[in-house]
């Protein structure tokens, strides 16, 4: 199911959450910093009619794992 919400997302949107996927891995960046940071972005492509709930934990899930 991810995969599908992910492949339907934009280029420059899918770039961007491969982006803070990283900063999320990375031991550089404090983790709860770019959680929070993590789930603003969603929201807002969320507040956008880009994605809805479910697709929202989805990916938030994707994020931080």
């Known amino acids: 199911m991810t995969r599908e ?3 339907s997302l934009p280029q420059n949107i899918l770039k961007t959450i491969e982006i803070w996927k990283g900063r999320y891995n990375d031991d ?3 983790k709860p910093i770019c959680k929070g940071e993590i789930r603003g972005y969603l929201m807002g492509l969320r507040d956008a009619g880009i994605i809805t709930d479910n697709q929202y ?5 994707y994020m931080t794992l």
Request: net charge positive; hydrophobic share 55%.
């Open 28 to 30: 550089r960046f404090d």
């Open 57 to 61: 934990r989805c990916i938030f899930v």
């Open 5 to 7: 919400i992910l492949n």
